[in-house]
């Protein structure tokens, strides 16, 4: 926090009146499941954005990144998403139009510094981080009544209508549910939020693959897209499925003559996808680690092999680790194409360990994967100035 308020101060030569922060996140379980309404669970973990903001009269932003030269500066009264380098500001811009669409009465503009402590491009949503950060420095400075439900929202409009990105809504909700020591799970057809008891002694350990399709959004929109064909077609036959997710493998297979081998498969994949989470809650209730395992690695390979959203590198990385001692289980986390694998385990997996799996990789990549090792961390919200 003191980094983002040091950044606005040699920016603006003065102190922020507002600061608020949200966290990154990773998917636990449920891997694309949300934008076909089915369950999911996430973590925070504890590397954040933070953001400094102060009001101004007149309709403008001014937006400073600690690690960018120069600001970017937007007339407020004519809002449209910015291309090119300063796209980055497209995330909080999207969320303060989101706001005032929804009839949020926020006059004038701001001034807003960011930093922050989530590695970039590890697979950790840093855009859900900075939305739900902006969410809660808005709502501190324009002084509006939001629960964490309506900021999570905020921040998926801003990423699906202003970044344009079809996206469900995990990592908002989880930057905003986010708390330590707990899972976040979500109903996507309800929105329903709630938080389980993460069991005691787990680690996280985030192995970032550092490849990152070049299509990554045009392929997350194709698989997007193949969803809501695969339900279009569940529908005629079946009108009372409200969503892909509520499908089940029997009605998938009446159907199966009508459909393209592709969209059975990742249909497939979304429906045994929502079974595993639901079984992943009572495997989490009964303390029961090795089941908890056997479905993180049932995930990965259900995305690999249905979903066809991982890659060799992510391949690499779960095989090898599923195998090294004090793993629970591992599996790609996100939206694949590339990004991140992460490994749960006990206490004893240690960054020796992890380097086993690293030099492999290496062998066979010409590169090391980044490592992390990130624990849980609380959800989005403002900060006290003076605190700081
Ligand atoms: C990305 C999206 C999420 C979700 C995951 C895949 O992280 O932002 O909404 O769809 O991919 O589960």
Redesign the pocket.
Known sequence: MKEVVTCFKEHFGEEPEHLAMAPGRL?FI??????NGGP?MGVAVDCVISIALTRTPEPTAVLVDRKLEGQVVVDLTDLKPLEGNNSWANYPLGVFNAMRESGLDMPGGFKMALASTLPPGA?M?S??AFELAAAYAYKSAFGFDADRKQMARFG?KA?NEFVG?P??????GVSAFGEKDHIVTIDCKTETFDRVPMPAGVHFWVFNSQKKHALIDSF?ADRHKECMEAYDILKVKYPELECLADASLLQLDSVSGQMSEILLKRARHVITESMRVHEMASALQDGDLERMGNLLIASHESSRHDFE?SCDELDFLVDELKNLPGVHGARLT???FGGAVMAVTDGTFSEAIAEEACARYNERFGHSPKVFHTRTGEGAHIVAPAGV
Not at 167 to 172: R, S, Y
């Open positions: 998917e449920g891997n694309h499941t949300d934008y999911v697979g949503s855009s859900a998926r990423e990105m996206c469900g809504i995990l990592d908002q997350y959203n996100g939206g694949g």
